[in-house]
């Protein structure tokens, strides 16, 4: 007995793929944001202990607003990454991908989108990066940007950029598709 795997399937499997990781990153962005506000407001001894066992506890001594900016840096990068997956499950939970046509232009807004968080991450995973160099040339013991989750800018651009070639190959497409429906 053969089975068959159909994009339908595989769209399936995505799908609750794409959901388990929007679930992971919502969590860790709300680990951070809540040990962000935890530290500054409450207890700050919480930065010994930050999201995922980071030790911030150096920087915060440092200063508490080098602490901010460093933690807003990669509270952001963590939300635009939640944004980015709640994007594409709302795309695939809406059935907007009509596989009949796919040069349609909810596709395209959808490439463009995404293209535009994964830009947007990469400005801000790259700001964070020079930062936190910046912050260790200072003499602050800090953890690795991988640690941070502020790594690979550079990724995220390359990223991004194909997503926008790939969006404008789309738009010349949904022409192509325009013209042909208009002939018959």
Aim: proline share 2%; with cysteine.
């Amino acid at each position: 007995m053969e089975i068959k795997i159909t994009t339908k399937h595989i769209l399936i499997v995505l799908n609750i793929i794409t959901w388990l990781i929007f679930v992971g990153v919502c969590i860790e962005a709300g680990g951070f944001l809540f040990n962000t506000f935890y530290t500054l407001f409450v207890g700050p001894q919480n930065a010994e202990f930050f999201w995922n066992r980071l030790d911030l506890s150096s920087l915060y001594k440092f200063d508490r607003g080098h602490f901010f900016t460093e933690t807003t840096l990669i509270n952001i990068v963590a939300v635009l990454r939640a944004i980015m997956f709640f994007v594409i499950v709302k795309f695939l939970y809406d059935k907007k991908l009509d596989l009949s046509k796919p040069f349609n232009l909810h596709m395209r807004r959808f490439i463009l989108n995404i293209g535009y968080l994964a830009l947007g991450i990469s400005f801000f995973s790259s700001w964070g990066t020079n930062y936190t160099d910046w912050l260790v040339s200072k003499g602050v013991t800090m953890p690795s940007t991988h640690q941070l989750r502020i790594a690979g800018a550079d990724v995220w651009l390359f990223m991004s950029v194909v997503l926008f070639v790939i969006a404008q190959i789309f738009k010349r497409g949904i022409e192509i598709q325009t013209e042909n429906d208009l002939t018959v």
